[in-house]
């Protein structure tokens, strides 16, 4: 398994603002991945992250509106640009180890007013 | 389209009786199927995994989850619930996407074990 940290753990931002996530894992993983869970709701992949390659995004997320950085094999951030009350979610980072098993972060919630 | 569905919302079960969290799929070839929960306030846990072989994988916290091929099914089960194991259930399965892979999770089931 991993011991993956996330920092802020929350947050309440004024619209319009951009707030950055960070996550940092105490092993080095190829793979790192952040979701979104809105309230009440599942996990929805935002995008992929590989060390060294632009990060890939799912349908409905776009770069401008949050973009990733992996400038490590232990580190990545993740950044909601322009938010809007409609950002307000959990947003975890995971990562892959083997046997296919994703390991998550503790989640920031972010609530944003 | 690939996905995975959790009909119950919610599971209601008292505490020492078992308890089962259900979960079908949808994907094309041999799928990787997995549980998590979610304590409050918390991020997701790993439960336990099915890639191939029995049909019966044994997991974390007491947890078992039973392949179904034939009904596309993989049902978390636990023999005797625990007031403690009241949280949110994920299914997910893994969907191969270039050199790695994907989750897709469920919507989730509340699972609440009363004294």
């Known amino acids: 398994s991993a011991v993956i940290s996330q920092k802020p753990s929350r947050d309440i931002c004024q619209r319009g603002t951009s707030l950055t996530i960070q996550c940092q894992v105490d092993?080095?993983?190829?793979?790192m991945f952040w979701y979104r869970q809105q309230p009440g709701q599942s996990l929805t992949l935002i995008a992929t992250?590989?060390?060294?390659?632009?990060?890939?995004?799912e349908s409905g997320f776009v770069i401008d509106k949050f973009p990733i950085s992996r400038p490590n094999l232990t580190f990545s951030t993740l950044t909601v640009s322009n938010m809007s009350p409609e950002d307000s979610s959990i947003y975890l980072c995971?990562?892959?180890?083997?046997?296919?098993?994703?390991?998550f972060g503790p989640g920031t919630r972010l609530t944003v007013t | 389209a690939q996905s995975v569905a959790q009909p119950e919302d919610q599971v209601n079960v008292a505490e020492g009786n078992p308890l089962t969290v259900k979960c079908t799929y949808s994907?094309?070839?041999?799928?990787?199927l997995f549980w998590y929960v979610q304590y409050p306030n918390r991020g997701l846990q790993f439960l336990l995994k099915?890639?191939?072989?029995?049909?019966l994988v044994k997991g974390s916290y007491g947890f078992e989850a039973e392949f179904n091929k034939s009904q596309t099914s993989f049902h978390l089960k636990k023999p005797s619930a625990l007031v403690s194991d009241s949280a949110l259930y994920f299914c997910?399965?893994?969907?191969?996407?270039?050199?790695?892979?994907?989750?897709?999770f469920g919507s989730g089931t509340r699972l609440l074990v009363r004294p």
């Open positions: 995971s990562v892959e180890m083997v046997g296919n098993e994703q390991y």
């Open positions: 092993s080095q993983v190829t793979m």
């Open positions: 992250a590989n060390q060294g390659s632009e990060a890939t995004y």
């Open positions: 994907v094309s070839g041999n799928p990787y």
């Open positions: 099915y890639i191939t072989g029995d049909n």
């Open positions: 997910a399965v893994s969907l191969e996407m270039d050199s790695s892979y994907k989750l897709i």
